[in-house]
């Protein structure tokens, strides 16, 4: 069974700035290595020896830029779930979703009033427009979109490299100046871009140290810093959000949102607030018989929720049944926790442990749960584009974790 899907890879700034250096220098690769390995930057392909060729020496177009800023914000899903409509003619049926929800949500205003050009290869000034209004910036007020690299210096997402008489704009420098940007707080905001995107579960906290973009601390002493600062304790409770609903702390209710993310609403009925972990390994069950059960692969912790407080997560998942139906927003689940020492519980956690892609995770929990070949595990999921989702060198990993977990 093939299944065209688009893959939530929540990205965070990924096609940024021109360079006046080559793309193949090492922070470009480095800096495309680590998006990729968040899940905030793709290859076009796969060198010879097995690493994603991301193509950093060529131009990007607008299409492309405009598809990396949906993602950036981890709005794919969205983008794709509707009919757009926007003043522009010239745009590929394929694009229509990323420009709709681009204009719509005034990131881009096209190249005129009723074009976006987006076969044309993208400026640094224009995309580095799209940037700044993703970090919450306006160009009537807050910068001037033919030099938009003045405010990108002043906040540390380029470093005076980019002017008008630069003369390349390649992916490498997209790549090294996107992983920057993450670093850098959205307006009137006292975070880090990267921090929202770990809070709508587009990666996880162990994979944003495993990139450099945050130091390790130990969990309990984040927790009582977050309790402290709000003047509450939560003394000896469990954290885990299902002992917190037996015990008649929260509801929860878990919704459907992709083969890749589910969705959980968590609200705080006790009188004190609370810090909420929905654990890896947490096993979604479907209400629906037609519907894959899903697996968390990373697990969220919910710092501080106040009393009567509401909020809604997006969890990394994984599914574990290859040829039923991807969850959609109509489908719901319940949850329960796996056996603390089954073979899928030791598999996600070493996956989780090792930094493992989307694409090595979901290989080796359906050679778990449903033991398919390998040819139907190399051609399930597809990119919109056709190429293959788990590839032969992920295929190879995720056997040697199954491996090593017994």
């Not at 992709?258 to 705080?268: A, E, H, K, L, P």
Request: with cysteine.
């Amino acid at each position: 069974m093939r299944k065209r899907i688009a893959v939530f890879l929540a990205a965070a700034i990924c096609l940024t700035l021109f360079s006046v250096v080559a793309s193949a220098q090492t922070p470009a690769r480095d800096a495309a290595l680590k998006l990729n390995e968040l899940g905030l930057f793709q290859g076009v392909g796969t060198n010879a020896d097995g690493t994603p060729d991301f193509d950093l020496d060529r131009p990007p177009t607008r299409y492309e830029a405009v598809t990396m800023l949906v993602r950036m914000l981890g709005k794919e899903e969205d983008a794709k779930r509707t009919n757009w409509k926007t003043p522009f003619t010239d745009v590929d049926d394929w694009a229509k979703p990323y420009v709709g929800y681009a204009f719509i949500n005034s990131l881009t205003a096209g190249t005129s009033s009723t074009t976006f050009s987006g076969s044309e290869t993208i400026t640094a000034s224009q995309y580095i427009t799209f940037v700044l209004r993703a970090l919450g910036y306006s160009s009537d007020t807050d910068f001037s979109w033919d030099s938009a690299w003045v405010l990108s210096d002043k906040l540390g997402i380029t470093q005076g490299q980019y002017n008008s008489s630069a003369k390349a704009f390649l992916r490498g420098d997209v790549a090294a100046i996107s992983f920057d940007a993450l670093s850098v707080n959205c307006k009137n905001e006292e975070f880090p871009l990267f921090e929202t995107l770990i809070s709508t579960g587009a990666f996880s906290d162990a994979a944003a140290v495993k990139a450099g973009l945050k130091d390790e601390v130990k969990d309990e002493e984040t927790a009582d810093n977050a309790a402290e600062e709000e003047d509450t304790t939560q003394d000896s409770l469990n954290n885990d959000f299902i002992w917190l609903e037996h015990n008649g702390y929260i509801t929860y209710s878990v919704k459907g949102n992709s083969i890749t993310n589910t969705d959980i609403t968590i609200r705080n009925i006790s009188e004190n607030g609370l810090c909420i972990v929905i654990p890896l390994g947490t096993f979604f069950s479907a209400g629906s018989s037609r519907v894959q059960n899903m697996v968390v692969r990373s697990s969220h912790t919910i710092w501080y929720l106040g009393a009567g407080e509401s909020t809604t997560v997006s969890l990394r998942t994984a599914c574990m049944n290859i040829e039923k139906d991807i969850p959609n927003s109509s489908n719901s689940f319940t949850a329960s926790t796996l056996e603390e020492n089954s073979r899928l519980a030791r598999v996600i956690k070493l996956c989780d442990e090792r930094g493992a892609t989307y694409a090595i995770t979901q290989a080796a929990v359906w050679i778990v749960t449903d033991g398919p070949s390998d040819n139907m595990l190399l051609n399930t999921l597809h990119y919109d584009d056709g190429s293959m989702v788990i590839k032969h060198a992920d295929l190879e990993a995720a056997k040697e974790i199954v491996r090593i977990a017994g």
